[in-house]
């Protein structure tokens, strides 16, 4: 390159910096929908300064089939699940989502795990795992964790929900462990309390989703009174055990409710 090619070129470069009047040169600022494109491939690597970390045995994931972290044939599948489930929830302010069944037994509890933990491979939302089943909760029983204060312990004796929560070791997922069992849980998930928790949940961080696991519709009332303050209802249902009258009873129950799909769970096709 000659030398007035290069003095051309060097102008040009100058011409597209800004001088300020303090005298230092500023690069020219990235377009937004540039920086916007930008953000969204950023991953959200949050630091757990409050939440207590508890790195899981992989070990008992495998052997309590926690599929997200062991197949990729099976964590595909969940995929697909996630994003029809985002594709429904698709209005502004809708991130809370309850996993429940007909009755005891048939998968919700591994299903809402393994859901929480597809969402939190998205690198732009974290997820918050509620276990809902107050009356007898295992998420943590699945998850190798122990078992300390949570959900039914906020709303029993208003301790914080930083307490009961626990990071598995993962990125962007954080659990809220159960807590101490009690026999009044639905009038515990219909109390004031109840309602000022979960707008804390819903509102604290904008890029949260919400996955609450209860128990089984047909056996405790406390689905019925969750549902009406969550945004999406998933229907667990297994192949070859949840009898169709069953279902039935579910869907009366629950038909003013937010029942946004079924999920055929432990099919052999």
């Known amino acids: 390159m000659s030398k007035l090619r290069q ?9 597209e910096k800004i001088e300020t009047g303090e005298g230092r040169i500023i690069e020219p600022a990235v377009p937004q929908t540039e920086q916007t494109t930008r953000a969204q491939y950023k991953p959200l690597k949050p630091v757990y300064s409050s939440t207590k970390v508890i790195e899981c045995d992989e070990d008992l994931l495998h052997r309590n089939r926690v599929i997200s972290v062991c197949t990729r044939d099976e964590a595909d599948r969940l995929k697909i699940l996630r994003t029809q489930i985002l594709n429904t929830m698709n209005e ?4 809370t ?4 069944s007909a009755n005891p037994g048939e998968g919700k509890t591994l299903t809402a795990i393994n859901l929480a933990i597809s969402f939190s491979h998205q690198f732009n939302k974290t997820v918050l795992l509620v276990d809902g089943d107050i009356k007898k909760p295992t998420i943590h ?9 949570g959900f039914a312990d906020c709303l029993v004796d208003k301790k914080p929900m930083t307490d009961g929560l626990v990071n598995p070791g993962m990125d962007r997922i954080v659990i809220l462990r159960g807590g101490s069992p009690h026999t009044n849980s639905a009038e515990l998930l219909g109390s004031e309390k109840m309602k000022a928790l979960l707008k804390e949940m819903k509102e604290r961080y904008p890029e949260r989703f919400i ?11 406390d689905p019925l009174v969750l549902a009406n303050l969550v945004d999406g209802i998933l229907l667990v249902v297994e192949a070859e055990k949840t009898r ?3 279902v039935l009873k579910v869907l009366e129950l629950m038909k003013n409710k937010p029942i946004i799909g079924t999920i055929f769970n432990k099919s052999l096709e």
């Open 141 to 149: 029983k699945y998850m190798g964790l122990d078992d300390g204060p």
């Open 92 to 95: 502004e302010g809708k991130n």
């Open 244 to 246: 169709k009258e069953d």
């Open 97 to 100: 989502l309850m996993i429940t």
């Open 211 to 221: 996955i609450f696991d209860t128990s089984s519709v047909l056996t405790s009332a």
């Open 7 to 15: 003095a051309l070129e060097k102008a040009k470069q100058d011409r």
